[in-house]
Structures are given as structure tokens and as C-alpha cells.
């Protein structure tokens, strides 16, 4: 499986201002995707990142406060834009690795506090 | 879209007695399933998967069942260890082209006691 590095780990922010995560991957993914997990709550996917092209976001998400960017096959990048209180969440890159798997890896989590 | 239920919220059970977590998903369609443990401060591990064209699958100590007649599979985790406490959460898939991101159950916080 893919190994996948994420950061930061952790960051605490303050209000109105903006975070970028970086999410690295060994190799060349098939798809890559980021998640929100607010406290002791489930995994809720913001968007697909897309290589090359525009991210496609879920219901509830929009691209100005979570603009995305894929340059390549093994990098992207989800920024959280003009915080709240309210986005203090984790953050998860996920990967697909080619070659048919459904092998979905998971990165370590970026945990946010927004104050 | 697909939408998956996932009990019970919690589970609590004394060292080496077994653990069942269960799942339901709505889309007929949905053709993989895995499972995640997610440990305080670390991102979901995959720790088992099934696939729908298999009702069974195991691997040492866990089992994951699949009943696609009535849209439900479960996790099955026999002498349960201390280590094996965690958050677990279950997923679903469909096929083919478009979203092709997983689906999570609400998760099961799992406590086991020495």
C-alpha cells in the first residue's frame, strides 16, 4: 500500500486566517480524496482532488473555503480558508493506489484548532 | 448515494471474549466493504476488506461476514485483546465511473477490559 505523508500533524490557528495541508504519497496514486472527522465524530469527504483539473466537491463544501490543488500524481494540497471555531476538525488525505485495488490508505491527520 | 448505519456507537467487553460490530448499507449496487481501526491521534488503518462476490473472510483473529440479501455485513473480532481498543468504522463503495470515495458508518468506539 501507499505510504502517505501528511502535514502539519497539528496546528492551532487563529481566526480568519488560512491553513494549507500537503499531502505527499510514495507513489503514483489513482485517486486522492480529503475528509473532515470533526471530535469524536465519522469521516465526511470534502472533495476528490483531481489531477490537472478542479476539484469535485461534496454537498456542503464549497471551493472558496476549501480550494484543493493536485499538481501531479503523488501531491496534493487542501487549504482552509478564512477559519472559524467551527473547522477546528482533523484533516485526512486519502489515496487510491492503482492497478485495480480497492486499497483506500489513509494519512496520519492533520489536527486543526481554530481560536 | 450510498448511506451506511453502523452499531453500536460503543461496545464494552472483558479481554478475550469476542466483539461483533454490524453494518447495514443501502445501495444494493455497493460491491466493497472495508473496515478501518482508528487509534487516538492516528488516521484509519484498513484491517480488513470484502468484497461482495464473498460472504466470508478471515484473517487470524477478525472475520468480516457479508449478507447481501439483506444489505448488512459485520466485523467479528474473537480474543479480544486490550490492544484492540480503538474507534472502528465500517465503509461501502459502489462501482463504476464517478465518486469513487468511500462511505463511512458512524463508527464504534471498542473498550476492552484487562
Known amino acids: 500500500s501507499a505510504v502517505i505523508s501528511q502535514k502539519p500533524s497539528r496546528d492551532i490557528c487563529q481566526r480568519g486566517t488560512s491553513l494549507t495541508i500537503q499531502c505527499q504519497v510514495d507513489s503514483q496514486v489513482t485517486m486522492m480524496f480529503w475528509y473532515r472527522q470533526q471530535p469524536g465524530q465519522s469521516l465526511t469527504l470534502i472533495a476528490t482532488?483531481?489531477?490537472?483539473?478542479?476539484?469535485?466537491?461534496e454537498s456542503g463544501f464549497v471551493i472558496d473555503k476549501f480550494p484543493i490543488s493536485r499538481p501531479n500524481l503523488t501531491f496534493s494540497t487542501l487549504t482552509v480558508s478564512n477559519m472559524s471555531p467551527e473547522d477546528s476538525s482533523i484533516y485526512l488525505c486519502?489515496?487510491?493506489?492503482?492497478?485495480?485495488?480497492?486499497?483506500?490508505?489513509f494519512g496520519s491527520g492533520t489536527r486543526l484548532t481554530v481560536v | 448515494g450510498e448511506n451506511v448505519e453502523q452499531h453500536p456507537s460503543t461496545l464494552s467487553v472483558q479481554e478475550g471474549d469476542s466483539a461483533v460490530i454490524k453494518c447495514t448499507y443501502s445501495?444494493?449496487?455497493?460491491?466493497?466493504f472495508p473496515w478501518y481501526k482508528q487509534e487516538l491521534g492516528k488516521g484509519p488503518q484498513l484491517i480488513i476488506d470484502i468484497r461482495s462476490n464473498v460472504g466470508e473472510k478471515k484473517d487470524q483473529r477478525i472475520a468480516v461476514t457479508l449478507n447481501k440479501t439483506a444489505k448488512h455485513f459485520s466485523l467479528h473480532i474473537t480474543e479480544t485483546q486490550p490492544e484492540d481498543s480503538a474507534v472502528y468504522f465500517c465503509a461501502a463503495i459502489l462501482p463504476g465511473g464517478g465518486r469513487r470515495a468511500l462511505t463511512f458508518g458512524s463508527g464504534t468506539r471498542l473498550q476492552v477490559q484487562p
Open positions: 482532488a483531481n489531477q490537472g483539473s478542479e476539484a469535485t466537491y
Open positions: 486519502s489515496v487510491l493506489v492503482s492497478g485495480g485495488s480497492y486499497g483506500y490508505t
Open positions: 445501495d444494493s449496487a455497493s460491491n466493497y
